[in-house]
């Protein structure tokens, strides 16, 4: 790998490192608010609206600078949204600020990928990026925990600089400085990424153009053969995963009797599979090979329904782990085979875009389902088979299109040399 990857990857780290822990940092200050309850799933909620709303917008601003540039402009803006706490505007608006950085930091940040590296090392650096997102998340969300602690606030708190009197007097804002010294960090690796002399034609900047011409890639990208297959994994996989998340949570608490801060580890495994899966991913997964990873997607979706059965915090573990690496390993490929037919057919940031858009449109949409279950008091048995089946089913009906198409093309080639 290039030297330029190794810094975006630094970049990336501490960038989602700092969202992560931010995310835990306003889910106890809504507590402390005595806010109700049903405002915890908003921060998601209004964090991921960002990357369906703007994404006509971030595919254009993404290809019109330098993509480093970009991604130094977009963690300022993250920035911004943890400052926002700071002047104590509501944690939903702030971290719906954040959301807006991070849905424009997004398509620079892939984007880059197909500029920097060959077609055949994007399914490694997918799976490297992958692997260190999680990680990130696993541990941004284990500082967040560790900053909300009483006995680590107290501690910051105490901590004196002379000669400098910070005005720094509560837990939260303890809390949120160490956060920005993190977006800090990634602000001084993006400014250390190569420019890869990539250029664009002109970009658009009506407001009606944008929008037409991101409407003209996503049909584009919807209608390509190989395009659809992949963009339908993806979208699949990223809305199941934030519905798992809470699935989890519930799981967790009604079959193995776990207080939330212990279920909150059951994530960290999971994305621990997920890490394992994509890393074993980058390693034997070639590109042009990439779609015979599909039926590890029904497996994964079979063997979730397998956790009504589990009642045993050590069968719970290895069970996870296993859910995990499934949609790791089968998740990775589908990502850089669509990053790599988003480049052929229109540029990376536009591709990225339509990726976003279609993802972040069907985590809401699973997440709105998912509350509706909750709000109609189904049995979270009853939930998890439910959802097993669904992405299951979902994943076989793509297995049948994608067959459909390479019969298609069989016989269009078979036609054009019969006409030769």
Known sequence: MKRGFYTIMAAQFFSSLADNALLIAAMALLASMQSPKWMTPLLKL??????????????????????????????????LGCAMIFFHIHPLIAYAMVGFGAAAYSPAKYGILTELLPPEKLVAANGWIEGLTVSSIILGT???????????????????????????????????????????????????????CARYAHQQHTPAKLISDFGNCFLTLWKDKLGQISLAVTTLFWGAGAALQFIVLDWAKNSLNMPLDKAAILQGVVAIGIALGAVAAARFVPLKKSLGVMPLGIAMGLVVTTMTMVHNVWIAYPLLILIGALAGYFVVPMNALLQHRGHVLMSAGHSIAVQNFNEN?????????????????????????????????????????HAANQREHDSLALIGEHKH
């Not at 609206?49 to 991604?71: H, I, R």
């Not at 009197?165 to 001084?188: H, K, M, Q, R």
């Not at 709105?368 to 049995?379: D, F, G, I, R």
């Not at 998890?384 to 299951?392: D, E, K, S, T």
């Open 46 to 79: 209004f964090f991921v609206l960002s990357y369906v709303v703007l994404a006509a917008f971030v595919g254009a601003f993404a290809d019109s600078l330098p993509k480093g540039k970009v991604m130094f402009i977009t963690n300022m803006i993250k920035v």
């Open 142 to 196: 284990v500082l967040g925990g560790a900053l909300v602690n009483p006995q680590v606030s107290a501690l910051l708190l105490s901590l004196d600089f002379p000669l400098i009197d910070f005005p720094i007097n509560s837990a939260t804002e303890a809390a949120l400085t160490v956060i920005t010294i993190c977006y800090g960090l990634a602000a001084l690796f993006n400014l250390k990424i190569p420019d890869t």
């Open 361 to 401: 449109l069907s985590v809401l949409t699973m997440l709105a389902l998912y509350a509706l279950m909750v709000y109609l008091n189904l049995n979270i048995q009853v939930v998890i088979v439910m959802f097993g089946l669904f992405v299951a089913g979902t994943m076989y009906l793509v297995m049948r299109k």
